[in-house]
Nanobody
Framework: QVHPVESGGGLVQAGGSLRLSCAAS????????MGWYRQAPGKQRELVAI???????SYADSVKGRFTISRDNAKNTAYLQMNSLKPEDTAVYYCNCVSGGRIFWGQGTQVTVSS
């Protein structure tokens, strides 16, 4: 089992910044990818950004140029730097880890952007 734990959410004004962290613990042999997803009220969970082995990153069009995903392999931790936040970024942000062919989800952290 791998246990991703998110932190860093909160309330911020539009145009502000937040940095989310996802620390993975447990039976980690190798994490192939770590990613961030979000789910707004009444909407489906959507991909925000992924950081795969080898340094490949991918972003949703809605966050390109504003969000940056990074990863510290030694700490099994992924980060999501969010700049120029908009009210439509308000959601619960979830981290997931792909390891050993399985996907593990964290409990989520709330991000609220006020206008």
């Amino acid at each position: 089992q791998v246990h991703p734990v998110e932190s860093g959410g909160g309330l911020v004004q539009a145009g502000g910044s937040l940095r989310l962290s996802c620390a993975a613990s447990g039976s980690i042999f190798s994490i192939n990818a770590m990613g961030w997803y979000r789910q707004a009220p009444g909407k489906q969970r959507e991909l925000v950004a992924i950081f795969a082995n080898g340094g490949t990153t991918s972003y949703a069009d809605s966050v390109k140029g504003r969000f940056t995903i990074s990863r510290d392999n030694a700490k099994n931790t992924a980060y999501l730097q969010m700049n120029s936040l908009k009210p439509e970024d308000t959601a619960v942000y979830y981290c997931n880890c792909v390891s050993g062919g399985r996907i593990f989800w964290g409990q989520g952290t709330q991000v609220t952007v006020s206008s």
